[in-house]
């Protein structure tokens, strides 16, 4: 089974910068796509950036102050986040998209989820 496990959340102030990390572990053949999600108190999940075959994509509210890297051997997504503001707040989830070997030999996909780390921005 994958799993993925995020760290690296904190509570700073106002223009701080932080990096989250997500490791993958488990067995599995490739990863499609994988990435960042945040939820904020009361609203909807909603992406903050994505890497599918080393391309990332960002949401606007982050595009020029975040960005994702990613290092496939050491199974690592990262997430650099500069010039954090208020609206920053929220939990920060990892997501992936894994091919795998079912025990009928088989290629199956399955997305996998991280638990999430909390980032608190706030003067």
């Known amino acids: 089974h994958v799993q993925l496990v995020e760290s690296g959340g904190a509570s700073v102030l106002p223009g701080a910068s932080l990096l989250l990390s997500c490791q993958a572990s488990g067995s599995f053949i490739s990863i499609q796509t994988w990435g960042w999600y945040r939820q904020a108190p009361g609203k909807e999940r909603e992406l903050v950036a994505t890497m599918s075959r080393g391309t990332p994509q960002y949401a606007g509210s982050v595009k020029g102050r975040f960005a994702v890297s990613e290092n496939y051997f050491k199974l690592t997504l990262s997430l650099q986040m500069n010039n954090l503001k208020p609206e920053d707040t929220a939990v920060y989830y990892c997501?992936?998209?894994?091919?795998?070997?079912?025990?009928?030999?088989?290629?199956?996909?399955?997305?996998?989820w991280g638990q999430g780390t909390q980032v608190t921005v706030s003067s």
């Open positions: 997501k992936g998209g894994f091919y795998y070997t079912g025990d009928d030999s088989q290629t199956w996909f399955t997305e996998v």
